[in-house]
């Protein structure tokens, strides 16, 4: 661990000033000739493709064509091309996920309640996906940045942005628009990376060299960048309907933390002979909130208990370079000021850079509010079954982290009054307007869990309070 540096790649990510967090280069969308027979299976397994049915809406059927399937280990082992053993990734990923969680799908089909899942990989699958993960030294399961989205978008215009609408995905579960744009917008928030990874290494730089000026422009790229974010964010109410969440989401969860679905977790025929348990594909291994959680401060106030325990771990589940910048930037804000940027901000009375230190933590409270309802309409209203993808408790995984938004954000406020400002400028009008609105937002939790703590409760009415206090998100 170091000061941070001005990149971090492994040769498909590449996080900094250009990239952000996608990658290098739009990925593949097909894998090479070599390995036709599992191209042919993923470009026929979604449940629907375009009005016809794939191997996933006939039960059982995936079992079939998989028991055809060759084992490509001999080829997958002479693979030194980082993107073609990203795409190999993804498609062992997909089909893994297919095999196992096609019984759970078909249940909740008839049920409307996810089914066991079938807990045994045959070698065909588990040794190449094996060997393609540990090129990648990630963990063999689907993943949100080799496999589900960072790395399985395709433009439809080619000379287009990363803008959903403009976004396709290279492999499906479900086969529907709604699954396409769920995904696509994660793609479409992250184009706004490289700004949001570019300003926080220039600030940190900025501030260790003393350049007062720097500091306050580069934390206001950062607040205006997190504002675009948001807004894109807020577009998935209208990229994905949340009442077909459930046509593709039991196909992304994970086994650790599933046991009523995958039991004591998956056998990998030919590569283990005990079961093993990984944690599934969740947004909450995006890197721009636990990246900005670092950065501003707001991991000092992360509770002790098994929900952090829970956000930690999902470090593990990140493409390596991207775990080295994480380290190197809680090593760099601790090298700035015990107490983080807010602590040598305040000790230069740097005011400006601190409304928009302030203002980031408003930004980042609004993605974690948001994400909550997205929680409470797309999954809270769609089934009772209480686990996230990830494996995480549905109704105390984000409280636990929006609670330490709002105690970094009073931690700031303090700052900035205690430095007795009467300047009428627009940092301070930022800084007035957050510190007015913060009440309701803690009165808004606290109705919240009081309502979800209740043995019964309906979902709509933990949604309705966010209206009633004027932060609903669309």
């Known amino acids: 661990m170091g000061f941070i540096k001005s990149e971090y790649s492994d040769g498909f990510f590449n996080v900094n000033y250009k990239n952000g967090f996608l990658p290098e280069s739009v990925p593949l969308e097909f894998l090479p000739e070599r390995y036709q027979p599992l191209q042919d299976i993923l470009d026929n397994m979604p449940v629907k493709i375009n009005s016809k049915s794939g191997y996933l809406d006939f039960p059982g059927k995936i079992f079939d ?22 795409a190999l990734f993804r498609g062992y990923s997909f089909l893994a996920s297919a095999y196992t969680l096609e019984p759970s799908f078909q249940h909740y089909r008839k049920t409307g309640k996810y089914g066991k899942a079938n807990n045994i990989l045959p070698e065909q699958i588990a040794q190449p996906f094996v060997e393609v993960s540990n090129m990648l030294e990630v963990y063999p399961w689907l993943d949100y940045h080799y496999a589900y989205s960072l790395g399985n978008f395709k433009k439809i215009d080619k000379k287009g942005d990363h803008t959903w609408s403009n976004l396709d995905m290279c492999v499906r579960f479900s086969g529907q628009p709604d699954e ?109 909130i636990p990246m900005e959680d670092i950065f501003s401060g707001v991991i000092k106030h992360y509770p002790k208990n098994e929900l952090t325990k829970y956000l930690l771990d999902l470090r593990k589940y990140r493409p390596k370079c991207i775990q080295s910048f994480f380290l190197d930037l809680e090593k760099s804000v601790e090298i700035i000021d015990k107490d983080g940027i807010s602590g040598i901000l305040n000790k230069n009375k740097n005011s400006k850079a601190l409304c928009y230190l302030l203002g980031i933590l408003e930004e980042i409270y609004h993605f974690r509010n948001g994400h909550w309802q997205f929680v409470q309409k797309y999954i809270m209203a769609n089934t009772k079954y209480p686990k996230a993808t990830g494996g995480t408790p ?20 303090k700052i900035i009054g205690d430095l007795n400002l009467s300047i009428a400028n627009k940092e301070f009008n930022l800084y007035k307007k957050i510190k007015l609105s913060l009440n309701k937002k803690e009165k808004l939790l606290r109705e919240q869990l009081s309502l979800v703590n209740k043995k019964v409760f309906l979902a709509e009415e933990v949604f309705d309070l966010n209206k009633k206090y004027d932060l609903r998100d669309n």
């Open 65 to 86: 064509v998989v028991s055809h399937l060759p084992n490509l280990i001999d080829q997958v082992q002479q693979e030194n091309d980082i993107k073609i053993i990203q």
């Open 394 to 413: 549905i109704i105390s995984w984000l409280p636990n982290q929006i609670k330490a938004v709002m105690k970094e954000m009073r931690h700031i406020i």
């Open 180 to 288: 396409v744009g769920f995904i696509m917008l994660h793609v479409d928030i992250n184009q706004h990376s490289p700004d949001l990874v570019g300003s926080v290494i220039s600030t940190l730089h900025s501030i260790k060299n003393n350049e007062v000026s720097n500091s306050i422009k580069y934390l206001k790229k950062n607040y205006l960048t997190m504002r675009v974010m948001n807004q894109r964010r807020r577009e998935m109410w209208k990229a994905s309907r949340w009442n077909h969440y459930n046509d593709f989401r039991v196909f992304i969860m994970g086994v650790k933390g599933n046991e009523e679905l995958f039991g004591e977790g998956v056998l990998y025929q030919g590569v283990w002979k005990e079961h093993k348990q990984f944690r599934g594909q969740t947004g909450a291994q995006d890197d721009i």
